[in-house]
């Protein structure tokens, strides 16, 4: 079994930062890709940035520049560093991993969400 727990959201206003936090526990052999993606209000969850083992990292196109995914692979841990923040950031961010539990099993782990709402 493998959990995943999110800490960080919170209320903001806008211009200003967060810092979320991701870390994995559980029967994990490695972790290959790590990421984060949210969903606002009466909207489809959206990828927001994605890093993988080597540390390849990749963005949605309204974040970049602002937002800086990082991983701890020693502690199983992602974070997302959000600076210049807007409304429009306003969402449930979730945290996503794809652990290999062992050398055969792959699967994909969500977190249960954390809130992040800036206000104008």
């Known amino acids: 079994q493998v959990q995943l727990v999110e800490s960080g959201g919170g209320l903001v206003q806008a211009g200003g930062s967060l810092r979320l936090s991701c870390a994995a526990s559980?029967?994990?052999?490695?972790?290959?890709?790590m990421g984060w993606y949210r969903q606002a209000p009466g909207k489809q969850r959206e990828l927001v940035a994605t890093?993988?083992?080597?540390?390849?990292?990749n963005y949605a196109d309204s974040v970049k520049v602002r937002f800086t995914i990082l991983r701890d692979s020693a502690k199983k841990t992602v974070y997302l560093q959000m600076n210049s923040l807007k409304p429009e950031d306003t969402a449930v961010y979730y945290c996503?991993?794809?652990?290999?539990?062992?050398?055969?099993?792959?699967?994909?782990?969500w977190g249960q969400g954390t809130q992040v709402t800036v206000s104008s």
């Open positions: 559980g029967s994990i052999f490695s972790i290959s890709s």
């Open positions: 890093i993988i083992s080597g540390g390849s990292t």
């Open positions: 996503w991993m794809e652990v290999l539990t062992t050398i055969w099993e792959r699967n994909n782990y």
